[in-house]
């Protein structure tokens, strides 16, 4: 999976993936990370979450990692916001006010383009990546943080063998395996969810749950 194959799925709308509304564990969760007003939080494979407009509301600054320039650009318009559009390193940055979408490979991203990060919020990304690059993900994610960083997670746990990805199933044994050299880990939560997303349960899956974990930079 590379990049060709986002960049099709937003140009075809094939966004299954897209909330229309805030993630309901995001807004049972965020008080565990204590990143209050200002803090800075970081948001990888965005796209055109409204998650990110929740925690604007919370007083955050909010920085955003996307691929897709559809999905950045849809963002802006859908949310009738104006951004100015710059140059910055190998991203091309949509800002206004306490928002930025970063425009490129999260895997280019460095600590001089994101500045101090408070906390970071995965709410589709590490689920959207096929396990060869998932540890890939995980090391770089690691080398952007100070420690300390929280990290709110949410991940999908299924039978893989019964669906084909993405959104991919993580298992709490990878989550150790990708997380635990570098992360405190801790889970706080796991829900049966299979029978609030049909789709799912449509394509063949027999079980489904929503996981949700505390990932603290060491």
Request: glycine residues 8%; contains cysteine; charged residues 25%.
């Amino acid at each position: 999976m590379d990049a060709d194959f986002w960049h099709a799925r937003w140009q075809e709308d094939r966004i299954g993936f897209h909330l229309p509304e805030t993630h309901y564990l995001l807004v049972r969760y965020w008080p565990v990370l204590q990143a209050g007003p200002g803090k800075h939080i970081l948001v990888p494979l965005c796209g055109k979450s409204l998650d990110m407009l929740w925690l604007l509301e919370q007083g955050c600054r909010v920085t955003g990692i996307e691929i897709s320039r559809v999905a950045v650009e849809a963002f802006f318009a859908e949310n009738r916001i104006e951004p100015v559009i710059e140059q910055a390193g190998a991203f091309t940055r949509y800002r206004c006010d306490e928002l930025d979408i970063l425009c490129g490979d999260f895997f280019s991203l460095d600590r001089d383009t994101t500045g101090d990060i408070a906390a970071v919020y995965d709410r589709a990304s590490l689920i959207a990546l096929p396990r060869a690059m998932r540890s890939t993900y995980a090391a770089h994610l690691g080398s952007l943080l100070d420690t300390g960083t929280g990290c709110l997670l949410i991940t999908l746990d299924y039978d893989q063998q019964q669906m084909d990805g993405p959104p991919f199933a993580i298992s709490d044994d990878e989550i150790a395996g990708l997380y635990a050299g570098t992360f405190d880990i801790g889970q706080l939560g796991s829900l049966d969810v299979l029978d609030r997303h049909g789709k799912f349960r449509e394509a063949g899956l027999t079980r489904l749950y929503e996981c949700t974990y505390l990932l603290q930079r060491r």
